[in-house]
């Protein structure tokens, strides 16, 4: 059986700084171990694309860039996710991550952060 290809996957400098922001905001409102936890999951579940980047849905907001962008979430709380934005480029095997956006914020923005 063949095996799939894994994909590489790296966070955009934007994306880093988005990133920041959302860690900002967890250790604001929620507890120091609780923040860290969120902290890490919702990294994990960026590197998770390694191995299904397809996996996500069509982010049609950002349908006029022409990368195809995509995006899988993470609830923090039951009501409350961010919305992992990336692109795959299959010539280079690499998953872009753009943008950690919180759901909460106006979709609109969406198109001028990635």
């Known amino acids: 059986m063949e095996e799939k290809t894994r994909y590489a996957v790296k966070i955009t400098p934007e994306a880093e700084g988005y990133y920041y922001a959302v860690l900002e905001y967890f250790y ?12 890490e999951e919702l990294l994990e579940l960026a590197i998770s694309l390694e191995k299904n980047p397809t996996r996500g849905r069509t ?6 860039l022409g990368r195809n962008h995509r995006y899988i979430l993470y609830y923090y709380t039951p009501g409350k996710a961010i919305k992992i934005i990336y ?11 753009t943008d950690f956006f919180p759901c909460k914020s106006n979709d609109k923005k969406i198109s001028k952060r990635s």
């Open 28 to 39: 604001e409102h929620c507890s120091e171990e609780s923040a860290g936890k969120k902290s």
């Open 87 to 97: 692109y795959i480029d299959t010539a280079r095997d690499t998953v872009y991550v």
């Open 59 to 64: 982010e049609e907001k950002l349908k006029f």
